[in-house]
């Protein structure tokens, strides 16, 4: 079993749909949990930082973390074809490096 | 400032070739780290420095040498590579280098290697 799940997808959905992403996980040591978007051909970048359980907005994004049942969420709101990418959540905690997931496709269609 | 900047973009080699990315970022972090991404793939990390100290080595074969000579900089030297070397390599970096939390990670856009 892998520490980190994530559905690779490819999800698409059109245009002002709420999008959700999921991870589960399994190592209860995680702490730190993260979500990054990368476009085709470009490196990851950091969209959302939680710590512990509970929930973080920002703008159209919100991450929640559901820390006993071991279940990371990102929702997007009115979803624009430039959300258009791969989102990787990852984790980390005691110690423990950086985890990503496996990363979900999405499209978001005009 | 808030890039990473990575060369080149595109690198071919030969098994036999001696090559070598570089990385550099000027926003002050002390961390810098080298990752590998095949296609389809999670980033793998390779390399963790910390104030230009090598702090971790993910049991990463020795035609792989990392090279950290100040605190903007951060080459991969390549020798003898095999053709499943090839992949993207990801350049990053961080304020600080904290095992298990390791803040905002600043992505470069990574240098797509193919080894013949």
């Known amino acids: 079993q892998k520490e980190v799940e994530q559905d690779p997808g490819p999800l698409s959905v059109p245009e002002g749909a709420i999008v959700s992403l999921n991870c589960t996980y399994s190592n209860s040591a995680f702490q730190y949990f993260m979500w990054y978007r990368q476009y085709s051909r470009k490196g990851p970048e950091l969209l959302m930082y939680?710590?512990?359980?509970g929930n973080k907005e920002d703008g159209r994004f919100t991450a929640q973390v559901d820390k006993s049942s071991k279940y990371i969420s990102l929702f997007i709101r009115d979803s624009q074809p430039s959300d258009s990418a791969t989102y990787l959540c990852a984790m980390s905690g005691s110690a423990r490096q950086l985890t990503f997931g496996s990363g979900t496709q999405l499209t978001v269609l005009p | 400032d808030t890039e990473v900047t990575q060369t080149p973009k595109h690198l071919v080699m030969g098994m036999t070739n001696k090559k070598s990315l570089k990385c550099e970022q000027h926003m002050g972090h002390r961390a810098m780290y080298w990752y590998k991404q095949k296609a389809k793939k999670p980033p793998e990390l390779m390399f963790v420095y910390s104030y230009e100290k090598l702090s971790i080595n993910e049991s990463v074969p020795s035609r792989f040498s990392p090279e950290c000579p100040n605190s903007s900089l951060l080459n991969l030297h390549l020798h003898a590579l095999q053709p499943e070397d090839s992949a993207l390599y990801l350049c990053a970096s961080s304020l600080q280098f904290v095992p298990g939390n390791p803040g905002e990670l600043f992505f470069g856009e990574g240098s797509r290697l193919t080894v013949l």
């Open positions: 939680t710590y512990s359980s």
